[in-house]
């Protein structure tokens, strides 16, 4: 589900070489596939049967502008948890009836730009959250349309920092305040309430988890329909996960995707009610690559390090996570290529600065071009200057064409973000 392949041994992203993008840009660069974006998107719509503006991309996951303006033209809409998030939305052309506001730490100016600007949705994560919203909202003569997130009590995900449904997790009301909270805020001034919502984790690759959380919200429906209340929305979350290792022992692919889709069909069959997705990773992940260069190599007498010119800043999630990323080689190795273990790491002047151990790869020596594979999703959104390195620049493809949608940083805009003190 990728649009990365070789051709007369080289790699490409779509109709580009990948070392062109290396001459002209440099490395490291992210480089983006607009097939694969498209395709991903159509592919959720279609198996889920979701209308596209109820699909909303979570922001967080990749925020480039290129990104976000791809998917704003197929007609989706967007799930952010910050201002930024909202602004950036917009900016890329995603209308504010497009978007839900969701996050457990939105604070009052947050939720004001949210009410003013005319968002869709404010997922509710606190009962302090409903208080402050329905201030700001009758303050200004309107009433929020809002859902409840509640936590389910079901947690799952692909490790235990992205597992967000458990009730150990920070977010979401209590499963067993939901209803009550519900009937509170379906009097509040500034409050119309619409319905619930849930996102128990992510990297999430088998479904009975999801199914357990989703009957759950189920009854809620079922339940609140009872006392009188009127529920419209079903936001089901997002975190539906991606193949880092092709060799995985499950299908992925679209008949994983129309699984997840026909399990939610089946668990809110009869419903009558709105479904909202807020896919991120599925969309984005196998969309892009971090492509870099080896720079230097370290031999040893157990082991041999390829030290390359990206770090843990550009890529944080094997130090964070532990996650795995395939490497593949620019120049195609060829068939009679012997693999061989490398310890591939990066310049940081950190030991968890490793992006694997032991690898098995073809022979590689400095000034060779590789890529870590499934890099779109959060990769370049979880960056940083650790080190005082510069941000590195991002690519979005389409066909034959390519375009810089974030220019490599300046050692001058780096400083430039810097204020001397009076004193000093």
Same mark, same amino acid.
């Given at each position: 589900?990728?649009?990365?392949?070789?051709?007369?041994?080289?790699?490409?992203?779509?109709?580009?070489?990948?070392?062109?993008?290396?001459?002209?840009?440099?490395?490291?660069?992210?480089?983006?596939?607009?097939?694969?974006?498209?395709?991903?998107?159509?592919?959720?719509?279609?198996?889920?049967?979701?209308?596209?503006?109820?699909?909303?991309?979570?922001?967080?996951?990749?925020?480039?502008?290129?990104?976000?303006?791809?998917?704003?033209?197929?007609?989706?809409?967007?799930?952010?948890?910050?201002?930024?998030?909202?602004?950036?939305?917009?900016?890329?052309?995603?209308?504010?009836?497009?978007?839900?506001?969701?996050?457990?730490?939105?604070?009052?100016?947050?939720?004001?730009?949210?009410?003013?600007?005319?968002?869709?949705?404010?997922?509710?994560?606190?009962?302090?959250?409903?208080?402050?919203?329905?201030?700001?909202?009758?303050?200004?003569?309107?009433?929020?349309?809002?859902?409840?997130?509640?936590?389910?009590?079901?947690?799952?995900?692909?490790?235990?920092?992205?597992?967000?449904?458990?009730?150990?997790?920070?977010?979401?009301?209590?499963?067993?305040?939901?209803?009550?909270?519900?009937?509170?805020?379906? +009097?509040?001034?500034?409050?119309?309430?619409?319905?619930? #919502?849930? =996102?128990?984790?992510?990297?999430? @690759? %088998?479904? $009975? &988890?999801?199914?357990?959380?989703?009957?759950?919200?189920?009854?809620?429906?079922?339940?609140?329909?009872?006392?009188?209340?009127?529920?419209?929305?079903?936001?089901?979350?997002?975190?539906?996960?991606?193949?880092?290792?092709?060799?995985?022992?499950?299908?992925?692919?679209?008949?994983?995707?129309?699984?997840?889709?026909?399990?939610?069909?089946?668990?809110?069959?009869?419903?009558?009610?709105?479904?909202?997705?807020?896919?991120?990773?599925?969309?984005?992940?196998?969309?892009?690559?971090?492509?870099?260069?080896?720079?230097?190599?370290?031999?040893?007498?157990?082991?041999?390090?390829?030290?390359?010119?990206?770090?843990? +800043?550009?890529?944080?999630?094997?130090?964070?996570?532990? #996650?795995? =990323?395939?490497?593949?080689?620019? @120049? %195609?190795? $060829? &068939?009679?290529?012997?693999?061989?273990?490398?310890?591939?790491?990066?310049?940081?002047?950190?030991?968890?600065?490793?992006?694997?151990?032991?690898?098995?790869?073809?022979?590689?020596?400095?000034?060779?071009?590789?890529?870590?594979?499934?890099?779109?999703?959060?990769?370049?959104?979880?960056?940083?200057?650790?080190?005082?390195?510069?941000?590195?620049?991002?690519?979005?493809?389409?066909?034959?064409?390519?375009?810089?949608?974030?220019?490599?940083?300046?050692?001058?805009?780096?400083?430039?973000?810097?204020?001397?003190?009076?004193?000093?």
């Amino acid at each position: 589900m990728h649009h990365f392949d070789y051709r007369n041994g080289s790699l490409f992203a779509e109709d580009v070489p990948l070392s062109r993008i290396a001459q002209e840009v440099g490395t490291p660069v992210y480089v983006y596939s607009s097939a694969t974006l498209e395709r991903h998107f159509r592919v959720f719509c279609e198996a889920t049967g979701a209308k596209p503006n109820h699909v909303f991309y979570a922001v967080k996951a990749n925020g480039n502008l290129g990104v976000l303006m791809t998917l704003a033209k197929l007609g989706a809409g967007a799930d952010t948890v910050s201002e930024g998030e909202i602004r950036k939305a917009i900016a890329a052309g995603i209308p504010p009836e497009r978007i839900v506001f969701s996050g457990v730490g939105k604070t009052e100016a947050e939720l004001a730009y949210a009410v003013e600007t005319g968002i869709y949705q404010v997922n509710i994560e606190t009962e302090s959250e409903l208080d402050m919203l329905s201030a700001i909202a009758s303050a200004r003569g309107k009433r929020q349309a809002a859902v409840f997130r509640v936590n389910p009590e079901v947690g799952s995900g692909g490790h235990a920092k992205i597992t967000t449904g458990d009730s150990a997790n920070k977010f979401g009301v209590s499963f067993q305040e939901a209803e009550r909270l519900y009937h509170r805020a379906a +009097n509040m001034p500034g409050i119309s309430i619409q319905g619930i #919502a849930a =996102h128990i984790g992510s990297q999430i @690759t %088998e479904f $009975s &988890a999801y199914r357990a959380a989703f009957t759950k919200l189920r009854g809620i429906v079922e339940n609140l329909r009872r006392m009188g209340l009127p529920v419209s929305r079903l936001d089901l979350g997002g975190g539906v996960g991606v193949p880092y290792e092709m060799s995985y022992p499950y299908r992925h692919g679209p008949d994983t995707v129309q699984a997840y889709g026909d399990m939610v069909r089946e668990v809110t069959a009869g419903l009558d009610i709105e479904l909202g997705f807020e896919p991120g990773r599925v969309i984005v992940g196998n969309a892009g690559v971090l492509l870099t260069r080896i720079v230097h190599t370290n031999h040893r007498a157990d082991r041999t390090f390829l030290i390359v010119d990206s770090g843990m +800043n550009d890529l944080v999630r094997p130090a964070m996570y532990e #996650a795995y =990323h395939e490497i593949w080689p620019v @120049t %195609e190795p $060829s &068939a009679d290529a012997k693999p061989t273990p490398f310890d591939i790491v990066g310049p940081i002047c950190e030991s968890s600065d490793v992006f694997a151990t032991g690898r098995m790869m073809a022979p590689a020596k400095p000034g060779d071009l590789i890529v870590f594979k499934t890099a779109g999703a959060y990769g370049a959104s979880m960056s940083s200057t650790y080190n005082q390195r510069l941000l590195v620049p991002e690519v979005l493809v389409n066909g034959a064409e390519y375009a810089v949608t974030r220019p490599r940083q300046t050692y001058e805009e780096l400083l430039g973000t810097d204020r001397k003190p009076p004193w000093l």
